[in-house]
């Protein structure tokens, strides 16, 4: 009996960012072949009871006929309709004056655009020159068509301060004021990110929890639930459960432009692939999904969480993270790395 409901997110079009912090990791760019969305749920079809279908992973509506693209996405779902998140391409907001009314007509109201201070540093971390000053323009084009922007913030070492210089911008901007004209909210939040994809190779750079300036702390997110490395590595040292991600009956798969299939816990990399569409049969992989029977879930499953700090933790830290799971999310990862 088919149970178990479905969520696609093909990388069918790709990304032109290339954050350092990305979570998902980078990929190259290479559209799939014409075909591939429906071929892909036909894959699935026979095991699932609804399939929901989303024709990017990484950068939404970045192909160019992101109009026609989210109708066959609606199309080829099966039992299930793909919902608009607050999400949206800065990229093209700034390069097709088409794509704001497009957003409205399917009821965008808020979208998050990602900054990592002002010019020069965001620039580094988007990996392109000009993405701060397009996400400025983007700001304004959605302002203008009455989205509210909510500016997310990733910090480190590297900005902190800088991200003063941002606050102001946005003071200067008067973006709370515009928004509320609008009857919608500005929001600017902070927060360090999860440690996985990119964002690992800036462990170095992780800012120490009391190296927050004081300004920027009512900004930073849930600061009071936040720990340094030092305290979970205290909290965590007897912890004998293990941190298995697991699914109930809603799974949803990340897929590569290779066709391989990734499930969405944690950064697409080889330990974590399930397996590949194009060289696997589908009974085969299905089980794999269901029985959650991949290399780096079996590490998982048979590592205490005591074992992963005793191994990865480093007490004498105090650089910040912001959720528990986020930590052994880290440690997980720094287990597999070693063993693969
Ligand atoms: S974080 Fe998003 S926009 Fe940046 S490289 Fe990754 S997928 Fe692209």
Not at 25 to 41: A, L
Not at 110 to 119: M, P, W
């Amino acid at each position: 009996m088919k149970t178990n409901n479905l969520t696609i997110s093909a990388d069918i079009y790709g990304c032109p960012n290339r954050c350092k912090h990305c979570w998902l990791g980078h990929m190259p760019n290479r559209k799939m072949p014409d075909g591939s969305d429906e071929m892909i749920v036909n894959y699935f079809k026979p095991h699932f009871h609804s399939i929901t279908f989303y024709s990017w992973v990484r950068e939404p509506d970045y192909c160019e006929n992101y109009v026609e693209r989210w109708q066959r996405d609606i199309q080829i779902s099966v039992n299930a309709k793909p919902q608009r998140f607050e999400l949206a391409s800065f990229w093209r907001l700034v390069r097709d004056k088409n794509y704001v009314r497009f957003l409205k007509s399917v009821g965008v109201n808020k979208v998050q655009l990602t900054f990592f201070g002002t010019e020069e540093i965001t620039d580094w971390y988007i990996g392109r020159k000009g993405a701060y000053q397009e996400l400025l323009r983007a700001t304004e084009i959605l302002i203008k068509n009455k989205i509210a922007p909510r500016w997310q913030v990733f910090i480190s070492t590297k900005n902190a301060t800088d991200i003063i210089k941002l606050l102001s911008k946005s003071k200067e901007l008067n973006l709370s004021e515009r928004c509320k004209d609008f009857g919608e909210k500005f929001s600017f939040f902070i927060h360090s990110g999860s440690c996985d994809g990119e964002n690992r190779k800036l462990y170095p750079f992780r800012i120490n929890r009391e190296d927050i300036l004081a300004e920027l702390i009512p900004y930073y997110n849930n600061f009071s639930e936040t720990k340094t490395e030092a305290e979970l590595c205290e909290f965590l040292a007897k912890d004998s459960t293990c941190f298995a991600y697991h699914n109930e009956n809603e799974i949803t798969l990340n897929i590569a432009n290779s066709f391989d299939v990734y499930f969405n816990f944690t950064h697409m990399r080889p330990e974590w692939k399930i397996g590949n569409i194009l060289t696997d049969k589908s009974s085969e992989l299905v089980r794999r999904i269901i029985n959650e029977d991949i290399p780096a879930l079996r590490v998982a499953k048979n590592t205490p969480v005591s074992k992963l700090v005793k191994q990865f933790g480093d007490p004498q830290s105090h650089k910040i993270f912001d959720c528990v799971d986020d930590y052994k999310a880290y440690l997980l990862n720094e287990m597999i790395r070693s063993q693969f």
